[in-house]
């Protein structure tokens, strides 16, 4: 299983340009994301009102398992990045030198941008909406295989842990709504 990750990292990341490496980069920067981010809370803010309050704490809450759980198993499983990868030196292309951290399973990147995408996509239930979050979180997690930085499989536990995450704190806010609804 792992050859075949590395084959299929190698084959991605070897799909590049100078374009690209610029898209890529700047899609991997977490200011990026800023506005995205802002929008979907003014969005909740004005679908849920008062509500929002509970949902900031829960949104903390997932953002907060999420980036630890995904350093938890980092440091657990020990997969050395493609980029530190020995077997792999002269193979991988790396923008501007930049590797990261000794390991890269599961991705932190694609656990976070999942978190969001299914944490949004089920509070909104919008068809446009959903399609838009999961190519962009789909965008974040492949720019850090362009990048060198993560293989294929540290992509997808990455984005399984986020989802996972995200449709856990939506569960726990349904659970909230449906308590309050109960006391009126």
Known sequence: MEQIDQQLFL??????SPFWDDIMSFLSMKLVWAPLYLAILVWMGMKYGKKIWILLLLIALAIFLSDRISVLIKDLVARPRPCHETSLQGLVHMVRGVCGGSYGFVSSHAANSFNVAFLSLLLFRKKWYTVFIIL???AVSYSRIYLGVHYPGD???????GAFIGWGICKLFSLY???TLVKV
């Not at 084959?11 to 590049?16: D, K, P, R």
Request: positive net charge; proline residues 0%.
């Open 11 to 16: 084959f991605l990341n070897s799909a590049n």
């Open 136 to 138: 962009w979180a789909s």
């Open 177 to 179: 709504e449906r308590k």
């Open 155 to 161: 992509i997808v536990g990455g984005a399984v842990l």
